[in-house]
């Protein structure tokens, strides 16, 4: 291994400590506790390593994000593909709920917080990986409809039924029966 191939490695290592440092403060207290002080404490480097890596906090909540689409891409897979035949819209919707309520923090720095990451044509490819696997799942089921367009209205269904319980505006205990609902009268 050259003294190059060292350093880049620990300078990759190091972007990811500061990006997961972020991450589990963010979800312990929320994104206000998340400073490069505060950051620069947690993993015992100074300021200015922090500023090596990225310009400004707004560009650590874009690299926990696109982690997040990564993550959310992928779970989004798998429930594609382990789904039974016919219920792999049903699957999908579920894990995205259950990928927002698990990692809050995460979801609010891909849906929530300001970005400077785009979305659609030209977008990096990870997010859009996230909205192609829902698409996968959608199209099959489309049947003359446009599936893009109604891959976007389950999103955005999802979306808002996702942020509506995480404010407490909607009834506690009935997150399933609003999911089966959506994709029911979407993909009849």
Do not use: C
């Amino acid at each position: 291994m050259t003294i190059q191939d060292r350093r880049n490695r620990d300078r990759l290592s190091q972007r990811q400590l500061i990006t997961s440092t972020a991450r589990a403060l963010a979800g312990r207290e929320g994104w206000d506790a998340v400073t490069t002080r505060r950051l620069a404490a947690e993993i015992e480097y100074s300021q200015p390593v922090i500023y090596k890596h990225f310009s400004s906090l707004d560009d650590i909540a874009d690299a926990v994000a696109l982690d997040g689409f990564g993550e959310l891409a992928a779970a989004l897979a798998e429930a594609r593909r382990a789904a039974a035949p016919g219920d792999d819209v049903r699957a999908v919707a579920h894990r995205y709920a259950a990928f927002a309520s698990d990692a809050p923090a995460v979801y609010d720095a891909m849906f929530s917080r300001s970005t400077r990451l785009r979305f659609g044509p030209g977008s990096p490819t990870t997010p859009s990986a996230a909205f192609a696997e829902l698409r996968a799942a959608v199209a099959p089921h489309a049947g003359e409809a446009d599936a893009e367009t109604l891959t976007e209205v389950l999103w955005a269904g999802l979306h808002g039924l996702v942020v509506l319980l995480r404010s407490g505006r909607l009834r506690p205990g009935h997150d399933t029966a609003r999911i089966d609902l959506l994709v029911g009268r979407l993909l009849p």
